[in-house]
């Protein structure tokens, strides 16, 4: 209702139905501000599904509308009245009582509002029983840091604003400070945030935007002693919520079965306890004399209460993280009854699938598999994720505070499932061991074709000033759109320029072949027009296309940072054949 308010206003503002520009402060420009109406298939559709020409359709017809045409077979009657009554109310603020059927101009309304016709489902729709490494997982790098990864401030923001937008994945690097522990990017000039903060934070706001586990993987520098305080602070911040199992694993359990969980993951710290009971054996097959005896039973008092702190750590740790004590090539080979994470740098990754992807495939199917970002990223930048996610890796990294492509793409591949963080591995990435799909392949068959007609786009002006993109004239947009994926599928689309108009209508259908339809994603970017400067950003957004919904769409865009605007939206058609 406010939303429809504000649009109101703001259109009502517009003197007489058009923009004035000043050109050169001399004269006025007056462009007209054309009326946005339905595009033809919208209108055809309309009258297919009402029969006979009328002018209104009923739930019942809108009810068939949605089944047949948008292939939501599920729709039943009192969903399409429920349409009904909050397009009605909103555009004619009329009681649901009043009318019970909608116009042309009311079903238009209906098909650009995202909210009733998103291009994706919102809700949770995966089979969550499987084993976490079965599933992609929304996983934040460095996530206590604002900034740059060498001088911004570390807080405990951060790590809030990702868990409130559905990251699963927290990393915290632990350092010693005396007899503290602080979390802050180690052998940088980044100010620190203490660990008990972080703590604190991630309990509270785990879980207000899903139920599903919270992973936090720890970096650990600690001393023994801190590791033991470290274990304490976890378990009571966290009490029940706490997830832990009594011995090693052997399968990972299933993010169902983890719900309202925090789980951690770091590297166990046997090496210390091994080396020290080496010492204490060596000691006691020494000769002492009797001036010895005291001091020597004080320090191993001390010793098996450090024993039993560092013990107290170790077992608080469900996914067991560590370097492989031998070449990467062999640790993916490596068969052992435990499951457990191995971490790789993009680098590492990339030098690794060329010659080694069957075996990162076949690792990832029972291990988790995590990929950061290279040390030289100094400033909190990203790499193409799609690497890691072809050869079955979980937790592909990424700096949540920056922006640009990359991160859209990761905005695009969780906004799957719901949005819990969550998304089920496609099937050719967990299947057996002689069918493991070859990320290397390049002859594959096309699978599916995936039909965009992208019709027109709409609240650029509600949403900013008549200037932004042009001090002399109204904006001229046009979209470009890609398939991002599997190499063999990547491709990249544009329409044409529409000038001088703040609803452009393109009107323009483009077929994409894909030969790994499960790993594709939809990436759509509105610009405008400049000739003599870089075009400017007009929005957009990044949708998984196992997830697209057939038939006519309203796409919301995003700034580049990813928040949604309020107004800005695409009409859009989306067809598989």
């Known amino acids: 209702m406010g939303k429809e308010k504000e649009r109101e206003k703001k259109s009502s503002s517009l003197e007489s139905g058009s923009y004035n520009y000043k050109m050169f402060s001399f004269f006025n420009r007056k462009f007209k501000i054309n009326e946005v109406e ?33 292939c939501e077979v599920s729709t039943r009657l009192e969903d399409a009245q429920n349409i009904i009554e909050q397009v009605v109310n909103r555009r004619h603020h ?12 009311d079903f238009f309304y209906f098909l650009l509002s995202d909210d009733l016709n998103g291009p994706i489902r919102t809700q949770v729709h995966h089979d969550m029983s499987a084993p976490l490494s079965h599933y992609f997982i929304y996983t934040g790098h460095n996530s206590y840091l604002t900034g740059n990864q060498l001088s911004s401030d570390c807080s405990e923001v951060p790590i809030i604003k990702a868990l409130q937008n559905g990251v699963r994945v927290i990393e915290l690097d632990l350092w010693p400070s005396k007899d503290e522990i602080l979390v802050l990017h180690g052998r940088t ?28 993987t720890l970096e650990d520098h600690l001393t023994p002693e801190l590791q033991a305080k470290a274990a304490d602070m976890i378990t009571q911040t966290f009490e029940t919520m706490l997830y832990y199992p009594e011995s090693d694993l052997t399968e ?14 770091t590297k166990p710290p046997k090496e210390y306890l091994e080396v020290r009971s080496k010492d204490a054996s060596e000691d006691e097959s020494s000769p002492k004399d009797d001036s010895d005896v005291s001091e020597s039973d004080q320090e191993d008092e001390d010793f098996k209460s450090l024993q039993a702190g560092v013990s107290g750590y170790k077992r608080l740790i469900t996914i067991h993280a560590g370097k492989p004590k031998g070449s990467l090539k062999i640790a993916l080979k490596e068969v052992t009854d435990q499951v457990r994470r191995l971490s790789l740098s993009e680098h590492q990754l990339e030098k690794l699938a060329g010659s080694h992807g069957l075996d990162i495939v076949r ?3 029972r291990n988790i598999l995590r990929v950061y970002p290279k040390g030289t990223r100094f400033t909190s930048s990203n790499y193409k994720p799609t690497i890691g996610w072809m050869h079955g890796a979980q937790m592909v990294a990424f700096n949540m505070q920056g922006y640009g492509k990359s991160l859209w793409l990761m905005h695009g591949m969780f906004r799957a499932n719901g949005g819990c963080g969550y998304v089920i591995k496609p099937d050719i990435l967990t299947r057996s061991a002689d069918e493991l799909f070859d990320p290397k392949a390049t002859l594959l068959p096309v699978q599916k074709t995936l039909k965009v007609k992208i019709y027109m786009g709409d609240g650029w002006r509600l949403d900013f000033k008549h200037t932004h993109f042009d001090a002399y004239s109204p904006p001229d947009f046009y979209t470009k759109i890609y398939i991002v994926g599997v190499p063999a599928d990547e491709a990249k689309k544009k329409t044409k320029i529409i000038e001088d108009d703040w609803c452009p209508v393109w009107d323009e259908e483009f077929s994409f072949p894909l030969t790994v339809p499960e790993l594709a994603l939809l990436r759509i970017e ?26 006519f769409r309203s796409v919301p865009l995003h700034d580049k940072k990813g928040v949604k605007h309020k107004n800005v939206r695409l009409l859009m058609r989306f067809e598989f054949v």
């Open 38 to 70: 339905p595009p033809s298939d919208v209108n055809k559709a309309f009258s297919l599904f009402t029969d006979d020409g009328s002018t209104h359709m009923t739930a019942e017809q809108l009810r068939r509308f949605m089944s047949v045409h948008q």
């Open 94 to 105: 009329i009681t649901k009582f009043a009318r019970h059927t909608l116009n042309i101009e």
């Open 189 to 216: 000039l980044t100010t620190p945030v203490s660990f008990i903060q972080c703590l604190t934070s991630i309990k509270e706001y785990a879980f207000v935007s899903s139920p599903y586990p919270v992973i936090i």
């Open 252 to 265: 990972f359990p299933s993010p169902e079965s983890l719900k309202y969980r925090i789980m951690i993951s």
């Open 363 to 365: 690792f990832t199917q």
């Open 526 to 551: 509105v610009r405008e027009y400049d000739i003599s400067e870089k075009d400017d950003f007009g929005g957009q957004t990044c949708l998984p296309v196992p997830e697209l919904r057939t038939g």
